[in-house]
């Protein structure tokens, strides 16, 4: 393998060259704690600052609404949590059967490990992976504390209208958190618009390193600190500020603002050609997603009566970086819980692989990836019992 075509940015991305040059002196120069008094950790602060103000300009936010967290799975838990405990008395959750385990695990936990006080509504979705928001509205009970849902799905890239449902939720007096993990950066955002409450988002999906987060908490949202211990973040996230990554998530999305229109036009392109190529070549595959309604970059297909594991092995072989699905489960042996929500057939289900591109993704690569990915899957089926059963005549 003598080079590497990357397409698996839902699972993480490169971090941008301008992403590291701006974080880099905060690893040796400018190393000063920013809470400390002096003038030397002052204008590490002062650095925060800034960065802080363009995460809330991606979003149309204030400033003063962005929490720093160390990735998108503590900003959920920070927001479920938190809403769960402004209303004690009530005890359930809505959510939906396609959320990352990050959201979905949590909710399942506090239903288990509370002796089942807490109940969970997870709503459905159709064969295109969509909610029905009618189902939506008839989940809400007295008894509900908080809604959490995914803007747009890591898998399939299916966008949920979580502006709307946010207003119903309001209507019924409750708190909506939305994970925008995959949607910040990818699609337009502006929160002063829109009834949310909580919004996760995670700096290595778009392009700034791990191990950095923030969550948006809507100005007079009742908030308890997840992390208990010092004074930053106004008290609201204990602990040193990762000065480095802050910045760089910063920069990231300063970035992500200026180059939205690309994701949307060239990388669209490149995504549309790749999955229409495929979908024109090799028979028996299936697109699991709306057609329209999903983001930009991602394009997941089903590739029938083979398994997806296979598939990544043989694509790894020749430097083609892919995924069967969430990385935050892909130790599992079953299929996706995703594919499983929509009805995805059991012949399709353990076929099914995620592409997900990146402006640093190029027209060459794409044909490199329609190049090799058929004779693979031709391959794979003149290897399978369950292809050769079915085309006996």
């Not at 995460?55 to 962005?66: C, F, K, S, T």
């Not at 997806?308 to 790894?316: F, K, P, T, Y």
């Not at 599992?332 to 399709?348: D, K």
Request: hydrophobic share 40%; net charge neutral.
């Amino acid at each position: 393998m003598n080079r590497t075509i990357y397409m698996d940015n839902n699972a993480t991305t490169r971090v941008a060259p301008e992403v590291v040059e701006v974080m880099q002196p905060y690893f040796s120069e400018f190393y000063g704690n920013p809470s400390s008094m002096h003038t030397f950790g002052g204008q590490v602060g002062d650095a925060i600052v800034r960065a802080r103000a363009k995460i809330a300009h991606l979003l149309n936010a204030d400033p003063d609404e962005i929490v720093f967290t160390s990735c998108g799975t503590e900003s959920d838990s920070t927001a479920i949590l938190s809403a769960i405990r402004a209303n004690p008395a009530k005890r359930h959750i809505i959510t939906t059967r396609v959320e990352h385990p990050a959201v979905k695990n949590l909710a399942e936990n506090l239903h288990a490990f509370t002796g089942h006080k807490y109940r969970v509504t997870q709503l459905a979705v159709d064969s295109e992976g969509m909610l029905d928001l009618d189902e939506y509205e008839k989940a809400f009970s007295e008894d509900t504390a908080a809604v959490s849902v995914m803007w747009a799905n890591n898998e399939t890239g299916v966008i949920f209208p979580v502006q709307q449902m946010a207003e119903i939720a309001k209507a019924h007096g409750v708190l909506f958190h939305t994970d925008a993990v995959q949607a910040v950066g990818k699609v337009p955002i502006d929160l002063k618009k829109t009834a949310i409450d909580f919004l996760s988002l995670s700096g290595h999906k778009l392009h700034a390193p791990k191990g950095i987060g923030a969550l948006y908490v809507r100005k007079g949202t009742p908030f308890t600190p997840f992390l208990i211990g010092g004074h930053q973040e106004k008290g609201r996230r204990g602990g040193t500020e990762n000065t480095a990554s802050i910045i760089a998530l910063g920069k990231a999305c300063e970035l992500a603002a200026a180059r939205m229109t690309v994701e949307n036009t060239r990388v669209k392109h490149l995504r549309d050609k790749l999955e229409n190529g495929l979908l024109t070549s090799i028979p028996n595959a299936i697109r699991n997603g709306h057609p329209s309604t999903r983001l930009p970059n991602t394009s997941n297909i089903s590739f029938e009566y083979i398994e997806g594991e296979a598939i990544l092995l043989h694509l790894n072989t020749v430097g083609i970086c892919a995924s069967s699905g969430s990385a935050c489960t892909s130790g599992s042996l079953e299929p996706s819980h995703v594919m499983r929500a929509m009805g995805v057939p059991f012949t399709a289900a353990h076929g099914s692989i995620r592409f997900s591109l990146s402006i640093y993704n190029t027209e060459e690569e794409v044909d490199f990836v329609l190049e090799h990915l058929p004779p693979i899957i031709d391959k794979l089926r003149n290897m399978s019992p369950f292809w050769h059963n079915r085309h006996k005549s």
